[in-house]
C-alpha cells in the first residue's frame, strides 16, 4: 500500500515561490504516474501536473504552464512541485496522487492528505 505525504504548503505574496514535497512510502515513485492536483473549496478538484510512468514525460494544466515545474528525486523517493510567480488564484489545497496507469493520472489510486497554498494579493 502506497503512502503519500505532502509537505511545504503554506502562506505568500502574490509573485512569490514555494515548493511542494510529496513523500512516498510503500512503492517506488518511479513506477507510477504520478502528479499534483489541487481544489478549491465549492469546485472540483483540478490536475496540475504530471509525470507519465511510461516514458517521464510531464505535462501542465495551461493555468500553470511556465511557472510551476515537477520533478522527482529517486533516491529519497520523493516528487516535488516547484511553484513561482504565484497568484491568488493558486490558492488552493494541493494533493499529490499516484496511479499504476502507464499514462494517465485520470483516476489516481492513491492520494496524499493535502497542504493548503494561500497566496496574497
Known amino acids: 500500500q502506497v503512502q503519500l505525504v505532502e509537505s511545504g504548503g503554506g502562506l505568500v505574496q502574490a509573485g512569490g515561490s514555494l515548493r511542494l514535497s510529496c513523500a512516498a512510502s510503500?512503492?517506488?515513485?518511479?513506477?507510477?504516474?504520478r502528479g499534483w492536483f489541487r481544489q478549491v473549496p465549492g469546485e472540483e478538484r483540478e490536475i496540475v501536473a504530471r509525470?507519465?510512468?511510461?516514458?517521464?514525460?510531464?505535462w501542465y494544466a495551461d493555468s500553470v504552464e511556465g511557472r510551476f515545474t515537477i520533478s522527482g528525486d529517486n533516491i529519497k523517493n520523493t516528487m516535488y512541485l516547484q511553484m513561482n510567480s504565484l497568484k491568488p488564484e493558486d490558492t488552493a489545497v494541493y494533493y499529490c496522487?499516484?496511479?499504476?496507469?502507464?499514462?494517465?493520472?485520470?483516476?489516481?489510486?492513491?492520494w496524499g492528505q493535502g497542504t493548503q497554498v494561500t497566496v496574497s494579493s
Open positions: 510503500g512503492g517506488t515513485f518511479t513506477r507510477y504516474t
Open positions: 496522487a499516484a496511479t499504476t496507469d502507464m499514462h494517465s493520472l485520470g483516476a489516481p489510486d492513491y
Open positions: 509525470i507519465r510512468r511510461i516514458d517521464g514525460r510531464t
